[in-house]
């Protein structure tokens, strides 16, 4: 598929089904509970309703999910990424590790590999025209208003309202079940909330004009190109010291190890009964200044100076039942047991990184830069770009961010503001008149 046979404008509906094998287990079976719910239970067929729409995919991610897999990365590139997949270090010790094998904020159009760079950073790439995924060349895409996803959950908001509306009328006061209304308020709420916030993410992406960094200037641009490298260099990240788990030309990156602790512990009843979860030890972060390069030219970003940063999944995981070293077990051991009663059963390090190389979607501030860092780069100040950085702070309006993945990438995965406004305020406006009705 070619992304010059898509439509980026969805218009009012679109049907989406799963386009990942994982998802598509999930989905069919959401829709056998849906089956089995209209028949047995109504609670079943809600959380069907539930199921279907979180595993169904925004009006757009499938089309583009076809052009990436049609237009694969250069070599040079490839060359340069982790081994993809599951692999396993030592059955023994139950080591396993994990790189996904695809990923949403990776290119969707074929990117310019190293080979093809020019050793100056700032200059333009080949003839100096933006990259193939710029939204100068691609447009900003728009979601459908309403999608399967919209369709599930609407359909979920109703049956919930008319359960709880019918909790009110059957349950007498002061039994359990009375408080339904007030925890259908209070999902709404959360919901809303969370909605409110994607939908002012949203609408900064779609309604800010992308600019070229051959042009920008001093000011708060929407800027979206390629990770290179500038005369700081690459980071190569050693997670949690060990030599085994690295991860070479990063900018900017996360890490965090955790272990899953099991509790045993006995009710308010006296049954007993057993927990787990992971609880994060350690983590570190950090990045050094890199080149965003958008084929018109590079310029200059700091990402430790950036507040909301998103770099997609996780790059990598490593799993292991038992610690590094048995010194690190028996300590972490004693330690769990000392402050939570329980057993560590699981060692998890996870790692999150922008590389060299892979897309950036930035909105953030441009500032001129101090002429010393400009004199030790001997650059003459010949080209607007070099005289300029891009930093985080915030603007009136403006939400600094840095993201992996490009616009269209982003905003692919997205969904309508109706999806992710209008449907859990209706949760909450139905939330609220059964708790008015319950007064």
């Known amino acids: 598929m070619n992304i010059n046979d898509l439509d980026l404008d969805r218009g009012f509906f679109q049907f989406t089904l799963p386009y990942r094998w994982q998802y598509w287990i999930v989905w069919v079976l959401g829709m056998l509970m849906i089956l089995v719910g209209v028949v047995v239970n109504p609670v079943i067929c809600l959380f069907g309703l539930l199921v279907v729409g979180m595993s169904s995919p925004g009006s757009l991610e499938a089309d583009l999910h076809k052009v990436r897999k049609s237009a694969p990365q250069p070599e040079d ?15 023994w010790m139950g080591r396993t590790s994990y790189t996904p094998t695809a990923d949403p904020s990776d290119w969707i159009l074929t990117a310019p590999g190293p080979t093809t760079w020019n050793e100056n950073q700032y200059l333009p790439h080949g003839d100096g025209t933006p990259l193939p995924e710029h939204p100068v060349k691609v447009g900003t895409p728009r979601p459908a208003t309403i999608s399967t996803y919209g369709i599930m959950m609407l359909l ?14 059957e349950t007498p006061s002061g039994e359990d079940l009375f408080y339904i209304p007030y925890i259908v308020l209070g999902v709404g709420l959360i919901w809303a909330l969370l909605g409110y916030f994607q939908y002012k993410m949203q609408r900064q992406m779609a309604d800010t004009p992308t600019s070229l960094v051959r042009s920008v200037a001093v000011g708060n641009p929407e800027l979206v190109g390629q990770v290179r490298p500038s005369k700081s260099g690459v980071l190569r990240v050693v997670v949690d010291g060990h030599p085994n788990r690295v991860i070479p030309n990063c900018v900017h990156f996360h890490w965090s190890y955790e272990v899953k602790i099991r509790e045993h512990y006995t009710d308010s009843e006296g049954n007993s009964k057993t927990r787990e979860y992971w609880k994060t030890i350690r983590e570190d ?24 940063t998103d770099m997609g999944q996780y790059l990598k995981r490593w799993e292991s039942n038992h610690g590094d070293s048995l010194k690190k077990e028996l300590g972490m051991e004693f330690a769990a047991r000392l402050f939570t009663g329980g057993n560590v059963v699981k060692h998890r ?25 400009i004199q030790s780069e001997g650059l003459d100040g010949t080209l607007q770009n070099t005289l300029l950085e891009v930093v985080g702070e915030d603007a009136p309006g403006i939400k600094a961010t840095l993201q992996r993945g490009t616009e269209l990438a982003n905003m692919g995965r ?26």
């Open 414 to 439: 997205m969904r309508s503001s109706f999806e992710v406004m209008i449907i859990p305020l209706c949760l909450t406006l139905g939330g609220l008149v059964i708790t008015l009705m319950n007064l």
């Open 349 to 373: 390090w996870t790692v999150y990184a922008l590389r060299i190389g892979n897309p950036v979607y930035i909105l953030g501030t441009t500032r001129s830069r101090p002429q010393e860092e």
């Open 156 to 169: 979920f908001v109703i049956g919930s309202c008319i359960g709880a509306g019918y909790i009110v009328n």
């Open 77 to 91: 590139l490839e060359k340069e990424a982790l081994e993809k997949g599951f692999s396993i270090d030592s059955w």
């Open 285 to 308: 972060g950090g990045g050094v200044p890199f080149i965003l390069n958008d084929g018109t030219g590079g310029i200059v970003v700091k990402p430790t100076t950036f507040k909301r």
